[in-house]
């Protein structure tokens, strides 16, 4: 049993963030507000929230727009559902264009934020709109709740941050410990390091796949399309093809012995080639994944610790289910040779 504690636990760790990954719900927020233009005058926009309170905390709702130097709270707002309402704006100023934030504010949601949410554009007065007036005032907290945030764009995609990381952990690990293998089994020769390390090299690859299949879900949902031409992608796509390639060579050598040093060789150039792609040339060009390119990482969100309690157990999770399945390919690579050495024998 003492051998088997941390495979438990890694089977807890993933089944937990798994279950509190899909069941946890999403915070307050506000997916988008039309028009995107605040025209100077007056200008009506229709807000719509996610998860939002509007009508039942109505007495409390607070509502303005902010470009950092002005800010303009609406004259008139009309609460439809709690999930939509229209604010008419009063632009009395003739401001260079500008892009204002939106924030709403109210005692069971807090302040929810827009960024970016409308381009002022600097037309001049056309009307004789109401005089802009001071409206906000003492903020509400909110009501404390266990829920993930709520990240403009994402929405309810931030929950595959769970899934789609930790994969890429995962495959990254156990590729390393393929190339140890690689490299123990070119210095010493050991049969069973060549096993593991083509093991390892299968498991990594599978994790690899999760890794492509849930970031391309991600995109179809953040960006518009399944695939886009990001160096990030292209550069996972293009690592996932040299460990393919590995299986390949093995496969054309009969030879056991100089498969196993061929295969060996390769994988460290693939390692290398992987960290490549993946890790260095995408910080070097404009990219839209997060943490390359300028893109700020994930780390540098406000994804709070609600989200931060799942997502590092998942990762130590997913790495250890990693290792728990090379463990079982690696036996089942050796019975398979040794069957095989008894057959030719």
Known sequence: MSHYWWKILSAILVLSSIVFGLMAPLAPGIPFATPDQLNNGVTSV????????????????QVWVTNGDATFCPYEVAVVDDTHLRATFSITEELADAFFDLYINNAIDGTRHLPSAFLQNGLEVVDNPRPTEKCVSDLEAGLDAYNFPNQPILNETIRNLLFHVPSWFAMIFVMFVSLLFSIQYLSKGDFKADIAATSAAKVGLIFATIGLATGSLWARFTWGAWWVSDPRLNGAAIAFLIYLAYFVLRSSVNDEEKAGRLAGVYNIFAFVMMLLFVMVLPRMSESLHPGVGGNPAFSQYDLD????????????????????????QRRASVLAYNRLMKLNA
Not at 46 to 61: I, K, Q
Not at 310 to 327: D, L, R
């Open 305 to 328: 610790d609600n989200l931060r309690m799942v997502f590092y157990p998942a990762v130590f999770g997913w790495i250890g289910m990693a290792m728990w399945m090379y463990q079982l």
């Open 46 to 61: 229709t807000v719509v929230g996610y998860n939002t309170h509007f009508a039942e905390a109505e007495e409390s709702l």
